[in-house]
């Protein structure tokens, strides 16, 4: 059983950085995916951007190539996104979530969920 804990977010204004955090514990399997979800308001959930546990490979959704970029802890067993160049559509909830290398990018297929942190970008 995994557990996820995110914490980060807030409100900035356009063009600035926000990190996002997710802290892992529990059981991870070798081939397993952790990544993030956002989901702005009246939208669907949709995905962000994930690393995989073993080799270590990344992706990202076209929204956020050269901006966003995700990196592992192994030491502190936590998720990093740091968000830079942040845009006013990029204002949603974000989750954490793992799941089998198959469920990425697909939300309903993901495991395990961690609680949401707002991250809100002004104009």
């Not at 063009?15 to 997710?22: A, D, E, I, K, T």
């Not at 006013?88 to 495991?111: K, L, N």
Request: hydrophobic share 35%.
């Amino acid at each position: 059983d995994v557990q996820l804990q995110a914490s980060g977010g807030g409100l900035v204004q356009a063009g600035w950085s926000l990190r996002v955090s997710c802290a892992v514990s529990g059981v991870i399997g070798d081939e397993y995916t952790i990544g993030w979800f956002r989901q702005a308001p009246g939208k669907e959930r949709e995905a962000v951007s994930c690393i995989r546990t073993s080799g270590g490979r990344i992706f990202y959704a076209d929204s956020v190539k050269g901006r966003f970029t995700i990196s592992k802890d192994n030491a502190k067993n936590t998720i990093h996104l740091e968000m830079n160049s942040l845009k006013p559509e990029d204002t949603a909830v974000y989750y954490c979530a793992a799941g089998d290398t198959e469920a990425w990018p697909r939300p309903e297929r993901m495991d395990s969920w961690g609680q949401g942190t707002q991250v809100t970008v002004s104009s």
